[in-house]
C-alpha cells in the first residue's frame, strides 16, 4: 500500500478584486483559453475554492517564509530552480478578502500518460468533482477518515482512483487498497 501523501505549501496573498488570481511564476495547464480547473468547497469553509493544475516557472521565487512539501513529505531548502513542470494549486478565498494559496507540488504522480492526455484536453474524466452529500462521495467516506468537504478524484495509471482532500493538517492524497 502506498502511504498517504500530505502537502504543506501555503502562500497568503493581499486582498482585492482579483485576489484570486494566479501568483507570479505559477502558469495555468490547459489548452487555449480552457484552464484545467474545478471549483468546490475543498476545505469545508462554506465559500467556493477554486483548484488548478498548473507549471510553475523555473526560477520562480516564492518569497520567504513559504514551505514547500514534495510528495514524499520531504522539504526541500528551496523550489526546484527548473521549476515544476506539473503541480496543483487550491485557491480559498478569505473571510475578509484575499486569497490564500495552497500549491500542492504532484509532479511526479502527474508525469503519465493519463495525465498527459488530461493537460491535452483528452481525459477531463482525469480529474473529477466529488461534491459533499452526493453518492461518490459518500462512498469515498467510508473508506476515507475525516472526509467533510469536496474532494477530487484523481484517475492513476492502475485504474484505481485516488482522492485528494483537505484535512486539518493540509491536503492528502489517499490511496485505496489495491483490489486484483
Given at each position: 500500500?502506498?502511504?498517504?501523501l500530505?502537502?504543506?505549501?501555503?502562500?497568503a496573498?493581499s486582498?482585492?478584486p482579483?485576489?484570486?488570481?494566479?501568483?507570479?511564476?505559477?502558469l495555468?495547464l490547459?489548452?487555449?483559453?480552457?484552464?484545467?480547473s474545478r471549483s468546490?468547497?475543498?476545505n469545508?469553509?462554506?465559500?467556493?475554492?477554486?483548484l488548478?493544475f498548473?507549471?510553475v516557472a523555473?526560477?520562480?521565487?516564492?518569497?520567504?517564509?513559504?514551505?514547500?512539501s514534495?510528495?514524499?513529505?520531504?522539504?526541500?531548502?528551496?523550489?526546484?530552480?527548473?521549476?515544476?513542470?506539473?503541480a496543483?494549486?487550491?485557491?480559498?478565498?478569505?473571510?475578509?478578502?484575499?486569497?490564500?494559496?495552497?500549491?500542492?507540488?504532484?509532479e511526479?504522480?502527474?508525469?503519465?500518460?493519463?495525465?498527459?492526455a488530461?493537460?491535452?484536453?483528452?481525459d477531463?474524466?482525469?480529474a473529477?468533482?466529488?461534491?459533499?452529500?452526493?453518492?461518490?462521495?459518500?462512498?469515498?467516506?467510508?473508506?476515507?477518515?475525516?472526509?467533510k468537504?469536496?474532494?477530487?478524484?484523481?484517475?492513476?495509471?492502475a485504474?484505481?482512483?485516488?482522492?485528494?482532500?483537505?484535512?486539518?493538517?493540509?491536503?492528502?492524497v489517499?490511496?485505496p487498497?489495491e483490489?486484483?
Amino acid at each position: 500500500m502506498i502511504p498517504p501523501l500530505h502537502f504543506v505549501f501555503s502562500l497568503a496573498l493581499s486582498a482585492g478584486p482579483s485576489a484570486c488570481e494566479l501568483p507570479s511564476g505559477i502558469l495555468p495547464l490547459g489548452t487555449g483559453d480552457q484552464p484545467l480547473s474545478r471549483s468546490g468547497d475543498f476545505n469545508g469553509d462554506g465559500r467556493v475554492d477554486v483548484l488548478r493544475f498548473v507549471s510553475v516557472a523555473p526560477g520562480t521565487a516564492l518569497g520567504a517564509g513559504v514551505t514547500l512539501s514534495n510528495a514524499l513529505g520531504k522539504e526541500p531548502a528551496v523550489l526546484p530552480a527548473g521549476g515544476l513542470k506539473r503541480a496543483v494549486l487550491v485557491s480559498h478565498v478569505q473571510p475578509k478578502g484575499g486569497c490564500q494559496h495552497t500549491l500542492l507540488a504532484l509532479e511526479e504522480f502527474l508525469a503519465t500518460p493519463t495525465w498527459d492526455a488530461f493537460v491535452e484536453g483528452k481525459d477531463a474524466q482525469a480529474a473529477t468533482l466529488v461534491k459533499k452529500g452526493t453518492k461518490p462521495h459518500q462512498a469515498w467516506k467510508k473508506k476515507v477518515k475525516g472526509l467533510k468537504a469536496d474532494a477530487l478524484a484523481l484517475a492513476t495509471e492502475a485504474g484505481i482512483p485516488v482522492l485528494l482532500h483537505h484535512t486539518r493538517g493540509g491536503y492528502l492524497v489517499f490511496f485505496p487498497a489495491e483490489e486484483p
